[in-house]
């Protein structure tokens, strides 16, 4: 069952509606938690960024230590109404992993801001298990989407086995102490039928993932349902869209030598590669974007807004 779209004009009032948001541009946000000292380098950085991304150390003392110190203060607040609540019920503490939702638009820099948050959340709290889980994993093998004559629409809510994920979201939160993920190949373009990513008694899961604020067409459960908190990583379509090529690119150069890489048949003709990238955006990543993925945007507590270079201009906060 394929879910149907937002209308125009619910679309435009999801988009302009910050009324229920506290926002904030770079300066006055970095004043929250105005630390300039991160044990980090560049190269650190420069190794967790998704390809074409671009991240400074400027970034993370202005926008993510104050983002992180916010999440720890978050985390110990759940800590705290877990053991309130377990002793209101008169039942041993038990471990119930905090878990972190990051949303947003194919190419907008989602991972990386994932990685990111995974690695200062430990170094934070050096004590506390810190996985992350992409979504990808949990796409329906391309031969699944084949037979169902939906490989076209590869990213769209129906392409998921939204089941599988909302079963994993379930066993974090029940506290399974290992879970087995299915994992996803960027060098095949399809889900892994061998590997797997283990999950062992994690107490902060960050999932990422393009649908993970999204209603799933034959649950009354969402993703989000799941989150203790929820970040949308923002950007206009036409940045998006620019990102998206961008990182293409970088895709083919590394596909050219490599026949077992997806991008290989079309790494040697750059002009039909590009064109076939314009169409999938025009297709398939646009659709998705304006119909299922920015009008779950408000559903995040957290929104980054990016302009140009990746650049984080605005942060929006919940009221």
Request: charged letters at 25%; hydrophobic letters at 40%.
């Amino acid at each position: 069952m394929i879910v149907a779209p937002f209308s125009w004009k619910e679309r435009m009032g999801v988009l302009e509606n910050y009324s229920n948001y506290d926002h904030f541009d770079r300066q006055t946000w970095h004043s929250f938690f105005p630390s300039n000292t991160v044990s980090l380098t560049q190269d650190n950085l420069d190794e967790i960024k998704s390809l074409n991304d671009q991240i400074s150390i400027k970034d993370v003392n202005d926008v993510y230590l104050p983002l992180i110190k916010l999440l720890q203060l978050k985390y110990q607040n759940y800590l705290q109404w877990q053991l309130q609540k377990m002793t209101f019920i008169k039942q041993p503490t038990s471990r119930v992993p905090y878990i972190i939702g990051i949303a947003g638009s194919v190419a907008v820099g989602k991972s990386t801001t994932a990685r990111l948050l995974q690695i200062l959340l430990h170094r934070l709290m050096p004590d506390r298990r810190v996985s992350l889980v992409t979504t990808d994993g949990f796409l329906f093998p391309n031969a699944k989407l084949k037979r169902r004559g939906i490989m076209d629409r590869k990213g769209f809510p129906e392409s998921y086995d939204m089941e599988a994920l909302l079963n994993f979201l379930n066993e974090v939160k029940g506290g399974k102490e290992q879970i087995k993920v299915p994992i996803y190949s960027h060098q095949t373009y399809d889900v892994d039928p061998v590997n797997y990513q283990l999950l062992d008694r994690p107490d902060i899961v960050i999932v990422e993932g393009i649908n993970t604020l999204q209603l799933p067409s034959n649950q009354r459960l969402y993703v989000s349902d799941f989150f203790d908190c929820a970040l949308y990583v923002d950007a206009s379509a036409k940045l998006a869209e620019k990102w998206y090529l961008e990182r293409f690119g970088v895709l083919l150069d590394t596909a050219l030598t490599d026949p077992t890489n997806y991008y290989y048949p079309l790494s040697h003709d750059r002009d039909h590669a590009f064109a076939v990238a314009r169409s999938v955006w025009e297709k398939v990543n646009l659709p998705n974007l304006t119909q299922y993925i920015l009008p779950t945007r408000n559903r995040a507590e957290i929104i980054l807004h990016k302009t140009d270079h990746h650049y984080i201009d605005r942060i929006y906060l919940r009221k």
